[in-house]
């Protein structure tokens, strides 16, 4: 048995077609969504993600603005563009690119961003919000990891899932949607004894650990739904953090990379973007876009 691909470019694709329509009917009513994007500093990876969350952010007829700031910017000059940016009515999403440099407070920079603005889901009310079931921006990559579940396997209420990787972006808020669709979650991280057995029991297993081909074949229990977040650079190319030749013969489905969980983060920040947008204006949020 091989597989089913998960095609997270073929789904972003789709799902970036209804947000340009949805921005259509936005702009027919003289509204037009805008997105900033900051980036602090020169990081190569984070210029290429920047560049293409700009094109696609125009490709759905937003306006894409973006800030790039020296590494050496001092907190309180980023802090002071994010005041801007909360004031500036034609910007409904506010994105800072992580990492940021060593001498700056991310929790504080984050923070600063308007909750209602904070299309990355990062701000601690947005994160209390997700944790309690209430109305909040969903972080990303999480939530375009939920749309993929969802459309492969329908409810996932009851089914066994675990996330390997526990950070504020990634597996914690992954783990608390996978939990509001009533899966049963385990989070496991760098201290988790028999990671391999643990993983065995898994209807579903999400890989966000940031270490190429960690996960083997033999982890992966048969007909699992596999979702690799990873996105490690290596001699032999962008590569997850699963062991894909080896997991295609074992799983259910899973998702490629690149092809997979990446399209869909860029394409769900387009689609808080619009969710942010519609609330600005008193709007329903649209549908099928948050969770
Ligand atoms: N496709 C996309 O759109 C995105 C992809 N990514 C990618 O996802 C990956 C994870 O990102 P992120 O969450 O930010 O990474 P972090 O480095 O913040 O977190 C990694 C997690 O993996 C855990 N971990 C590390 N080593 C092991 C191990 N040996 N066994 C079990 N768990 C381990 C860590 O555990 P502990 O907490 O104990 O240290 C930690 O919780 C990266 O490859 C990143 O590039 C990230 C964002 C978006
Ligand atoms: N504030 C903030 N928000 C983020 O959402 C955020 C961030 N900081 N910092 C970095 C991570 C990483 N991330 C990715 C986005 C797109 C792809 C993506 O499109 N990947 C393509 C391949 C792209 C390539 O070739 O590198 C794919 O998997 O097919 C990957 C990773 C967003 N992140």
């Known amino acids: 048995m091989t597989a089913t691909l998960i095609d997270g470019k073929a789904f972003a694709a789709g799902l970036r077609a209804r947000i340009a329509t949805e921005v259509a009917a936005l702009k027919a009513r003289g509204i037009t969504p805008g997105l900033a994007v900051v980036l602090v500093g020169a990081d190569p990876a984070s210029q290429v993600y920047v560049r293409s969350k700009g094109k696609q952010t125009l490709e759905v007829g937003m306006n894409s603005f973006e800030h790039r700031l020296p590494a050496e910017t001092p907190e309180a000059e980023l802090l002071a563009l994010i005041e801007r940016l909360n004031a500036d009515p034609a910007v409904n999403g506010i994105l800072v690119q992580l990492p940021l440099p060593g001498h700056m407070n991310e929790a504080a920079v984050i923070n600063a961003i308007a909750p209602e603005k904070d299309v990355d889901g990062f701000h601690i009310l947005n994160v209390g919000r997700l944790a309690t079931g209430q109305k909040a921006m969903v972080p990303c990559t999480p939530l375009g990891c939920l749309m993929l579940l969802r459309d492969r396997l329908g409810s996932l209420s009851g089914k066994r899932a675990v996330v390997i990787g526990r950070s504020n972006i990634v597996g914690k808020p992954m783990a608390q949607l996978l939990l509001r669709d ?54 032999d190319g962008l590569v997850g953090d699963v062991d894909f030749e080896a997991a295609r013969k074992v799983a259910g489905a899973i998702t490629p990379v690149p092809g997979g969980v990446g399209p869909m983060t860029i394409a769900c920040l387009l689609a808080n973007t619009l969710t942010a947008t519609a609330r600005a204006n008193g709007l329903p949020d649209p549908d099928g876009l948050t969770p």
Not at 194 to 208: M, Q, S, W, Y
Request: charged share 20%; proline share 6%; with cysteine.
């Open 182 to 235: 009533s899966a049963t979650v385990t989070i496991a991280h760098s201290r988790t004894a028999d990671l391999p057995a643990l993983c065995r029991e898994a209807d579903i297993l999400v890989a966000a650990v940031g270490r190429p081909l960690f996960v083997g074949g033999d982890w992966i229990r048969p007909g699992a739904t596999v979702v690799d977040v990873g996105i490690n650079r290596t001699d």
